[in-house]
């Protein structure tokens, strides 16, 4: 019998064919950025007043300019230790009272009964509209705009495995193709949404498909590259979603209407429909639906694109998964190590998404030049995959991932603690504490998939990483809601997930040079197979003495 990865060898691990096929899902990486975090510039709530028309006619009969006029018509608040007008009540005063002074010395409301804003409110916002200047999300509905964050993670959280059984059901390639002609259109409906309800219930459509639909061109090719390209391949493919966030602050400097944003955002998924002509459904799927004929066409097709000549070996194609026993959710928490490996890795999800989104989303609210801040912000990801690529071989996966979620946590913790005044310091310290994040939530990928069984794999990701998406719903509410409190209050509490997360990740095994365990007990009783591993190696030796000829066997699948 010969298993899909022996065919590989002579078709080609990472041709021509393969790079063709991961260069084009690369591109799905880009559009999600401005799905997951365009809420920085689409609810973008500018500097805001009670509206009154009585005072605009009062200003106009003054030749009060727009400062004075604010100054005398707002009380003033302590708003997270810092003085400033209040955004959400006025001075209820009879503006049309004819006694009222013009004279901005002697005109003094400071002791006057104030209220709720009743004609709405003013925007400072220079032309840019947002779905905050649009329904008037702020004062007490201001917690309408964590939900535009919140409904697209529960889409998320239930497309992610929606898709993912789909993906598995009915293929790869056409759960890709399908999740995008979701996106395309319930991204176009978010567009045109008449009023704020129908946005949030579209919204979760959207995230529903742009999510599984990302998850299923990740499976597609890790499944079309060699064993030993997969983490390369995967950790790349996540990487393109920091070109993503470059793009977002330049697309959105240019576009100030947050509906054309979003069109501009859907676009791509559209274009993505035509991948229907240049990317293949996953042999490997394939074979294990026993379509074996299909499976072998699309492998000639990409030998001849890599131009490799395959042998008659793969008359007998078979799929190396097909006595694979039946996972269950039982499975992840039976045992001890199983159990602690699924709350370590579920609580790592859950804070990287939290501290990640968290902090992408802070910018939207310090007050400075929010293109300029997510650019540099987003600038320093890139390094973030290169030194994953560069530490797992020659440290290890856990002290980089434990490092990595406490460069994180330190870095919230110091932001949180420089003066306003400090302002590039300050900057330089949050932007390592992104790369700290974003490197902890790329790494939490692979690291799941290296701690499982293999039979349990693709359930125990699933799980772990449905807190992922639990994370993204309570991190705008966690961000936005204590930020009103203390700004920096935030930082304290994602410094404080993140460092316990690092902590809890040296409880981990370390896993470099490790055999991709197969069963249960190769978790739970590590050295048994470790000795299992050693001892087939003592045979293939005394079998082959021959070093040319040990070489030329394939070891057991190694991380």
Not at 227 to 238: A, D, M
Not at 426 to 432: L, P
Request: proline fraction near 4%.
């Amino acid at each position: 019998m010969t298993t899909f990865d022996d065919i590989l060898e002579e078709a080609g691990k990472f041709g021509r064919s393969q790079k063709r096929i991961f260069a084009l899902l690369c591109m799905v990486s880009m559009p999600w950025a401005g799905v997951y975090v365009g809420i920085v510039f689409q609810g973008f709530t500018p500097d805001h007043w009670c509206r009154d028309s009585a005072v605009v006619d009062r200003r106009q009969a003054c030749g009060w300019s727009q400062a004075d006029s604010r100054r005398l018509t707002l009380p003033v608040i302590n708003s997270s230790g810092v003085l400033q007008q209040s955004s959400c009540e006025q001075y209820e005063v009879n503006w049309n009272d004819t006694e009222l002074t013009c004279d901005t010395q002697q005109l003094d409301l400071s002791h006057t009964p104030t209220t709720g804003c009743k004609e709405g409110w003013e925007y400072d916002y220079e032309g840019r509209q947002s779905f905050v200047t649009e329904f008037d999300l702020v004062c007490a509905d201001g917690w309408w705009v964590d939900m535009y964050q919140a409904t697209l993670n529960v889409g998320f959280l239930v497309g992610s495995i929606a898709i993912g059984y789909l993906a598995d059901r009915f293929g790869r390639k056409l759960s890709f193709l399908m999740s995008n002609l979701l996106n395309g259109i319930a991204g176009i409906l978010v567009a045109v949404a008449p009023n704020y309800v129908s946005l949030l219930v579209l919204r979760t459509f959207y995230g529903f498909g742009v999510k599984g639909g990302w998850v299923a061109g990740y499976v597609l090719i890790t499944e079309l590259v060699g064993v030993e390209y997969r983490r390369t391949v995967g950790v790349l493919y996540q990487m393109f979603f920091s070109v993503g966030i470059l793009l977002l602050p330049l697309l959105s400097y240019y576009i100030t209407d947050w509906r054309w944003l979003q069109v501009a955002i859907t676009v791509p998924y559209i274009i993505f429909l035509s991948y229907y002509w240049f990317i293949p459904e996953s042999p490997r799927w394939l074979l294990s639906q026993n379509k074996k004929e299909e499976a072998v066409k699309i492998t000639e097709a990409i030998a001849k694109e890599n131009k490799m000549t395959l042998s008659k070996n793969i008359e007998t194609l078979t799929d190396d998964n097909a006595e694979s026993c039946t996972a269950s959710f039982m499975d992840l928490i039976r045992t001890p190590k199983m159990r602690k490996h699924t709350f370590i890795l579920s609580y790592n999800w859950f804070t990287s998404a939290v501290v990640y989104q968290g902090l992408i989303m802070r910018l939207g609210i310090l007050g400075g030049n929010v293109y300029i801040d997510f650019l540099i912000s987003g600038l320093v990801e890139f390094p973030a995959a290169f030194l994953i690529l560069f530490t797992i071989e020659r440290i290890g996966r856990r002290l980089p991932f434990a490092s990595a979620n406490f460069v994180a946590g330190a870095s919230c913790f110091i932001t949180a603690c420089i003066p306003e005044s400090m302002f590039w310091f300050k900057t330089v310290v949050a932007c390592i504490g992104r790369l700290g994040i974003t490197m902890a939530f790329e790494m939490v990928v692979f690291v799941n998939t290296e701690l499982y069984p293999t039979f349990v794999r693709n359930l125990g990701v699933s799980v772990c990483s449905t807190l992922c998406d639990v994370g993204g719903i309570v991190a705008p509410f966690l961000l936005y809601r204590l930020a009103i409190i203390w700004l920096e209050l935030p930082l304290i509490i994602f410094g404080s997930l993140a460092f316990v997360a690092g902590g809890l990740v040296l409880l981990l095994p370390e896993t470099r040079g490790v055999p991709l365990p197969d069963t249960i007990d190769d978790i739970e009783f590590p050295e048994r197979a470790k000795a299992k591993v050693d001892l087939k190696n003592q045979q293939l030796t005394n079998l082959l003495p021959n070093s040319s000829d040990v070489t030329s066997n394939k070891d057991p699948e190694v991380v």
